[in-house]
């Protein structure tokens, strides 16, 4: 006898869904860099959740296998998490950093900040643009899917970026 898992059932988490909000969350990303609507860095991002949480609509915690024994970074995550939850931020997990600084660093820049020093890309906030009110359909989307997560108590749901 055959016994499908909850996800089977639900059909939420098929892969086919996943590369769809990871497509999703590429194009936040990239319409966000040019709006300067992008913080990066563990403690940046500490600084402007501190300053203004109400201004951030999503946090991505971004790590690679080696990071996964980095304490101190844990600690930093569950943090980080624990005030996004407290806040009502949308939280998303990523586990392919080089690719996330292929977005970020729009190819050329290769995720290198100013002075030549890698980007700290373990935390990622977006951040609405305070002129407008922001509706992306993109950003829609990953938001539907960290709430329907949450529901699933999948409270930091993990998305894959695929290479390109």
Known sequence: MYKMTFEEL???YSQERMDSVAKALEEVLTSALPQGCITVGVYEAAKSLNVDPDNVVLC????????????A?????TLIQAF???????????NNTRRLAEILGGGGGGGKQSGGEPLDLHCVLVTSPHS??????????????CRESRCMDQ???IINLPER
Not at 60 to 71: G, M
Not at 132 to 140: F, N
């Open 10 to 12: 639900n059909g939420d």
């Open 60 to 71: 991505i915690l971004a790590t690679d296998d080696e990071d996964v024994k980095d304490v």
């Open 73 to 77: 970074l844990q600690i930093h995550f």
């Open 84 to 94: 996004c939850c407290e806040n009502d931020i949308n939280i998303l997990r990523v």
């Open 132 to 145: 407008t009110s922001w509706k992306d359909p993109a950003l829609t989307k990953v938001n539907r899917f």
């Open 155 to 157: 409270w930091v749901p």
